[in-house]
Structures are given as C-alpha cells and as structure tokens.
C-alpha cells in the first residue's frame, strides 16, 4: 500500500510531463506575416508593391510550413476601376491561396477601393470606421458590376456573398436577412435580396421565415465595424489599432514595420556594371552615381554583369552604394548573369539582390599576381580584411554574415540551424554558434561550404541561403517586384565612346600629359604670340576639368583654378612687381589640379590626405618636365625652321642689307633694347600707366611701364631702369 502511495505521485507526475510535452508539440507554429498599407488612388506601384509581399509570403510558407497573413490597411480615397481590377485579381488568385488575407479598415473606405477588402479572406473593422457605398451614387458599366459579383461569388470571405455587396454597390438595392427554420428544427440564417427570398419561400412552404432588414432601398449600403460585427457581416473582428490586429492573428511585432517604400512618385535609375572592375569602369560609376542622385532618384537598380576585378575599387564601390541608404534611395543589385569575386562584393553592398535562377554569385577569395602573370591566393591578412568586408556589409543588409565570408574562405563551414525561440532558420558558423547564448539543437552543413570550396550559388540557393531575393526572370518581372509602374521605362546606363575618352582621360598618365602640353603651350605663346598656342593650352585644362567633372572635380576645384590664372595675369600685365600675385597664383593652379584628381571623403585626416600623394607627385612630375623642356626650348626655339618666323628675335645681318632703314646700324640687336641712358632722366605721363603706357621725356615719346600703382596722365615720372626694351618708371616730384 505504501508503495502504491510512493508511485501515485510519480505517476501523476509523470503523466503531466507527457502531457506537457504532447501539447507544446501539437501547439501550432508562430504564423508568418507582413502589414502593408495600401494608398489611394492605387496604381501600378502599390500593386507591384503587394505582389511582391504576397509572394515573399507565399515562397516562406512554402519552404517554413507555417501559416502567412497579409494585413493590408486600406487608406480612404478612391482609384480606377482598372487598378482596382488588378489588386482585387491579385489578391483572389490560386497563387496566392496560402496566405490568408486580411484588409484592416481603421478610417472609412468608400467607392472603389472596398472592392479590394472584397477581395480578401477576412475583413477586419474599427468600430466607428465605414465600408461600403462602392458606386457613390454613380451606377457602374455592365462589366465592372460583372467583375464584383464573380470576385464575390469565390466566396473567399465567408461573411460576404453577392446580395450584400450588391447592395453596397447600388443604392437601390434591398439587403434582407432570412433566417429558416425546417421542419426538422433546423435553423439556416442567410443574406439575400428580393428576388433570393421569394425562391427560398417558394422553395420551403412548410418552413418558418424570418426577416430582417439589413439595409433598405436608398440607403447608402454603407456599413461601420460596430454594425457588421453586430448583424454578423463583412468583417471577422473589430479592432481598435494594429497591435489589436496583430494579437487577433498572432503575429509578432516585426511584422507591423512595413518594407522601406519610397515616398511620393518612383524615380528609376539603371546603371550598368559590365566587364571588370578597374578604374575606368569605377570612375564610370562615380561619375553615374552622381548623376542619379542629382536627379533625385529613390530607385537605383544596379545591372550586375562582372568577373570581379580590384578588391580596392569593388569595396569602395559596395561602401558607396551601402551609404545611400542615408539618402533615402533604396538599392538593388540585379544579376541576369553572375556576380563574381569583386562583383559579389559590390551586390552585397545593395539592400536587396534579385538574381536570374541559373544567374551565379559568390567566389570572392583574393588573389595576387605574380610574376609572369601567374595567380596565386593572397596572404592571410588580405584574406583576414576581405572576409571583414564582406560580414560588415552583410551585417549592414541583414544577410547571413557566415555565408558572406564563405565566398573568400574555402575552409569555412556554415550551418543551417532553427532558433529554438522563434523558430526561424538561420545559417551560422562554429564560431557564432558557440558565441550564442542558446542551443541551437540539431545543425546541417551548408553543402555549398563544405571542406575546400568558396561559396559560389545560383539564384534559386541564394534565396534559400538568404542572401538574395526570390528569382525573377528578367527586367520586367523585376520592375513588378519593386513596384516601379509598367510606363516607366528603364534604360540601362552604359559607357558610351565619350565615357571611355572620359575615362583615359582621368587616369594618372593622362593628366601628366594635359599638365606638361598645356603649361608649354602657354610659354610657346609668350614667345610667339600667335594665339593658337594658347588655345591648345585653354583645351588641354578643359579636358583636364571635363574628364573629372561630377567626380573628383567640381565649382569649387574650377574656381580656384581660375583664380589661380586670374592673379597669374594680374601679376603679368598689371602690377609687376617681387611676385606676390604670380606665386599665389601658381599655386592655386597647382592646389586645384590637385585637388581635382582626388576627393576627400570623410573628416580630415593623415589616412586621407595620403589619398593625393599619387596626382601631386604626378603634377610635380609634370611641372619638372616643363622646366626641362622649357629651357630647352628657350636655347633651340629660334633654329627651329617651323617656328623661326614667328618667334620674336633680333634681325640678323642678311635682313639689315636688304632692309633701308636698317642699313648703317651698328649693332642689330641694340634694336631691341631701349636706350640705358634714360635711366635717371625725368619726365611726364602722357596716358594712363596701369602698368604700361605713354610718357614723354625730353623730346620723345618713349612706352614706358609702371614700377608701382597705377600713373595718371600729367603726373610727373622718372626712369628707375631698363630690362631690355622695357623702360621701368616711378612717380617723382622732380620737373623735367
């Protein structure tokens, strides 16, 4: 007896234990689900917007064998019957039988658009908010009406069938409610016009009918949430907010912050990335880059087509794109082809990745060449920075970081484990899973990374594998996902022959070459002064400035440089003196070439200004070139027989014979020189000296150039020196 006793409780026990277990086991999983609101008017963009929820929805049920809802929040206003056509189609189609949707009516909806709560498997109401009135007096065509009786006649919502949404579609339609009880006691309670409960009473003679009026000729067929839930229509639930919807469903929290949505009108922009990535190709996208965001696009889909290339541009590139996230511009990267090595790391960059099913991502290890063009694995710590990379960027876009190394790691292992707590799958390292305050239960190996393999999937296992989005099958189905509008035409961006002219142009050689061709131009000119000199120069710094432009140059590297010319000229032309203007304007040239072959990105740094060591050792290159040649040129120009008739230079002896008022003189080149014996003399300015003009002194009319401020005419000057044929004067209070 007493052991009997001892095994009682054991076995109670025991029995609540089995109990306990077969509950938690037959309770059934946490379902899926999304909120979405649904604006007025609808369009094209809010129903690629839905399409593309549902069926996110529905691939999850699919492969998690868990329920899905769609709460879609239907915002008052009216739309097209065409466009409501569309979404109420969507919604009641076979392809999406396993979601359950759901409209959630918080304000009044009239007219049109409470078709689209028609649509959907369950209506949920607040209780002072209105659905109905579809026609808003207006009696709709034949095919429209047509359209709502065969969306009715689903019978996708229970608590809706034809009588009632005619009424709410005409005014002048009778709602009645028809409750029959049999003869054999049984009690049927039905919604029906005039013409239905005549047939039920012809059809049930010995039957007892009851009637109600739902709604009567005239009235609006306009109904709150209040009044449904009360005659049992329309709606499952009333609900005072959206965390009530959710608690009615069981949905988490999560699912009421909705997909990132541009707002107002969908501005598109398509950007080809073909081929390698190598500078031109990255100064192709800068420059394209900027050109979309000065065009305020809110969609910026990247056309992925690449082998890969330098680990340098394809981070840069990722890093750009990831930050446009700040701007407001949602990014995409599509891959009709493959994405691979740099390429991938540049996709991963984007918020969301659409890829072609047979389409190829993945293989991002570095590499290095060697001599003799041999490639080899680079060292560890490249390695060690690359797999950095690539987790910090699918951290930021909330992708399996693990699976993201795997693509530059051949020798590591990925999990695909369930979250004990929510039941999610998730795809994780050793490291991580011994990191987790969790157990994680039973864990299966990634095949895609086992032992000796870098991770490289198609579309159909990246979106198993969480790293992209379900396949589409071209640009149009992408448009339908992203919910940009059938009328919006997306061009692909590409390098035209202007662009790759461009390109070579801004590279480090090319500047080099505009630098030293424009500055000897311009020296070629003071000795010449022909004028085509200077032109070459003037086109070689606006190719300069033009290859740069919307890149590394821009207003403020242009006018620095034109300053830097305007005080070159200044100290040329108006005011010589020890050089102040000229070297200050020398070296605003020289800071603005700078500074338009590099950007500084970020605040001000050691790290960062290291980036314009390369173009200034470039420009001074340059520079020390000019000198070189310069002088070369200042020996040799004269014996040059293309240049020795313009070139300014003394007459030479054969010129004096020929020449009458040349003959007799006893020294050419004296010609060129003023006389040095008006140094000292005293004289008058007859115009204005700013620097240069005329002045008399004794009997001539001498040019005479300014040696200070500006001179006016009648001021007395004196001859401080002579440079040549430059005679140099200065404001005296001495009279000739």
């Known amino acids: 007896m007493i052991s009997m006793i001892r095994i009682l409780p054991l076995a109670v026990l025991l029995l609540a234990g089995s109990a306990d277990t077969t509950l938690s086991q037959d309770a059934p999983p946490q379902p899926i689900g999304q909120f979405l609101s649904v604006r007025s008017p609808i369009d094209d963009s809010v129903i690629g917007r839905v399409r593309k929820v549902a069926q996110d929805l529905a691939i999850r049920t699919e492969k998690e064998s868990k329920p899905s809802v769609l709460v879609l929040e239907l915002a008052p206003g009216n739309s097209p019957i065409h466009q409501v056509q569309g979404l109420a189609s969507l919604l009641s189609s076979?392809?999406?039988?396993?979601?359950?949707?759901?409209?959630?009516i918080p304000k009044s909806v009239t007219g049109l658009t409470a078709v689209v709560a028609l649509s959907c498997n369950e209506i949920v109401m607040h209780p002072d908010a209105n659905l109905g009135d579809i026609s808003r007096g207006e009696p709709l065509d034949e095919a429209s009406r047509q359209f709502v009786q065969t969306l009715v006649e689903k019978r996708r919502n229970a608590k809706v069938n034809w009588p009632l949404a005619r009424g709410m579609l005409d005014r002048n339609a009778e709602v009645i409610r028809a409750t029959v009880t049999g003869e054999d006691k049984t009690v049927k309670s039905r919604v029906v016009g005039p013409g239905e409960l005549q047939l039920i009473q012809k059809s049930n003679p010995k039957a007892v009918i009851e009637v109600s009026r739902i709604k009567d000729s005239d009235d609006l067929g306009l109904f709150s949430g209040e009044q449904a839930r009360r005659l049992d229509i329309l709606v499952t639930q009333t609900a005072e907010t959206r965390s009530d919807v959710a608690a009615i469903y069981g949905l988490p929290a999560r699912a009421m912050k909705e997909e990132k949505s541009s707002k107002g009108e969908t501005i598109a922009r398509l950007i080809?990335?073909?081929?390698?990535?190598?500078?031109?190709?990255?100064?192709?996208?800068?420059?394209?880059?900027?050109?979309a965001i000065s065009e305020k696009a809110t969609v910026i889909i990247f056309e992925i087509d690449?082998?890969?290339?330098?680990?340098?541009?394809?981070?840069?590139?990722?890093?750009?794109?990831?930050?446009?996230?700040?701007?407001?511009?949602?990014?995409?990267?599509?891959?009709?082809?493959?994405?691979?090595?740099?390429?991938?790391?540049?996709?991963?960059?984007?918020?969301?990745?659409?890829?072609?099913?047979?389409?190829?991502i993945g293989d991002a290890a570095p590499i290095e060449m060697k001599e003799g063009m041999a490639f080899e694995r680079a060292p560890e710590k490249v390695l060690s920075y690359t797999r950095e990379v690539l987790r910090t960027l699918a951290e930021k876009k909330g992708r399996p970081p693990g699976l993201a190394?795997?693509?530059?790691?051949?020798?590591?292992?990925?999990?695909?484990?369930?979250?004990?707590?929510?039941?999610?799958?998730?795809?994780?390292?050793?490291?991580?899973?011994?990191?987790?305050?969790?157990?994680?239960?039973?864990?299966?190996?990634?095949?895609?990374?086992?032992?000796?393999?870098?991770?490289?999937?198609?579309?159909?296992?990246?979106?198993?594998?969480?790293?992209?989005?379900?396949?589409?099958?071209?640009?149009?189905?992408?448009?339908?996902?992203?919910?940009?509008?059938?009328?919006?035409?997306?061009?692909?961006?590409?390098?035209?022959?202007?662009?790759?002219?461009?390109s070579m142009l801004s590279g480090g050689g090319s500047a080099f070459m505009l630098f030293f061709f424009g500055s000897i131009l311009i020296y070629l000119e003071l000795h010449t002064q022909v004028g085509l000199c200077g032109i070459g120069s003037a086109v070689c710094f606006t190719l300069f400035f033009w290859a740069r432009w919307g890149g590394t140059a821009g207003w403020?590297?242009?006018?620095?440089?034109?300053?830097?010319?305007?005080?070159?000229?200044?100290?040329?032309?108006?005011?010589?003196?020890?050089?102040?203007?000229?070297?200050?304007?020398?070296?605003?040239?020289?800071?603005?070439?700078?500074?338009?072959?590099?950007?500084?990105?970020?605040?001000?740094?050691?790290?960062?200004?290291?980036?314009?060591?390369?173009?200034?050792?470039?420009?001074?290159?340059?520079?020390?070139?000019?000198?070189?040649?310069?002088?070369?040129?200042?020996?040799?120009?004269?014996?040059?027989?293309?240049?020795?008739?313009?070139?300014?230079?003394?007459?030479?002896?054969?010129?004096?014979?020929?020449?009458?008022?040349?003959?007799?003189?006893?020294?050419?080149?004296?010609?060129?020189?003023?006389?040095?014996?008006?140094?000292?003399?005293?004289?008058?300015?007859?115009?204005?000296?700013?620097?240069?003009?005329?002045?008399?002194?004794g009997d001539?009319?001498?040019?005479?150039?300014?040696?200070?401020?500006?001179?006016?005419?009648?001021?007395?000057?004196?001859?401080?020196?002579?440079?040549?044929?430059?005679?140099?004067?200065?404001?005296?209070?001495?009279t000739s």
């Open 94 to 104: 076979a392809r999406l039988s396993r979601v359950r949707t759901v409209a959630w």
């Open 272 to 291: 080809k990335i073909d081929g390698p990535i190598e500078p031109m190709l990255h100064r192709f996208f800068n420059q394209q880059l900027a050109r």
């Open 306 to 360: 690449s082998p890969g290339g330098l680990l340098t541009l394809a981070e840069t590139m990722a890093n750009d794109i990831a930050a446009l996230e700040e701007r407001g511009i949602h990014t995409v990267a599509w891959i009709p082809r493959e994405a691979i090595s740099g390429a991938a790391i540049v996709a991963l960059g984007c918020d969301d990745i659409y890829m072609h099913s047979e389409a190829r």
């Open 405 to 502: 190394e795997a693509m530059a790691d051949k020798d590591l292992k990925v999990f695909r484990v369930v979250n004990p707590q929510t039941g999610e799958i998730q795809f994780k390292t050793e490291a991580e899973l011994h990191a987790a305050k969790q157990e994680f239960g039973d864990r299966q190996l990634v095949a895609e990374t086992r032992e000796d393999n870098l991770l490289t999937v198609n579309g159909r296992q990246a979106h198993e594998l969480q790293l992209a989005e379900p396949p589409v099958s071209g640009m149009e189905e992408l448009k339908q996902r992203l919910g940009i509008p059938r009328a919006v035409e997306l061009r692909a961006i590409e390098r035209t022959w202007v662009d790759n002219v461009a």
């Open 556 to 697: 403020l590297e242009l006018a620095l440089f034109l300053l830097g010319l305007a005080l070159i000229a200044i100290e040329i032309f108006l005011i010589p003196g020890f050089g102040v203007f000229g070297i200050s304007g020398g070296l605003l040239v020289f800071i603005a070439l700078v500074m338009a072959s590099e950007t500084m990105t970020g605040s001000p740094s050691f790290q960062g200004l290291q980036k314009f060591g390369a173009p200034t050792a470039t420009l001074m290159g340059s520079l020390l070139t000019v000198i070189a040649v310069a002088a070369v040129i200042s020996h040799y120009l004269p014996q040059l027989p293309l240049l020795r008739r313009i070139v300014l230079e003394p007459p030479g002896a054969g010129e004096l014979a020929f020449d009458p008022q040349l003959v007799g003189s006893p020294d050419p080149t004296g010609l060129l020189n003023a006389d040095h014996g008006l140094v000292g003399q005293v004289g008058g300015a007859i115009s204005v000296l700013r620097p240069a003009g005329k002045a008399k002194i």
């Open 700 to 734: 001539e009319l001498v040019d005479v150039v300014s040696d200070g401020p500006f001179i006016n005419p009648g001021t007395a000057i004196e001859v401080v020196r002579v440079e040549g044929n430059r005679v140099f004067v200065r404001e005296t209070h001495e």
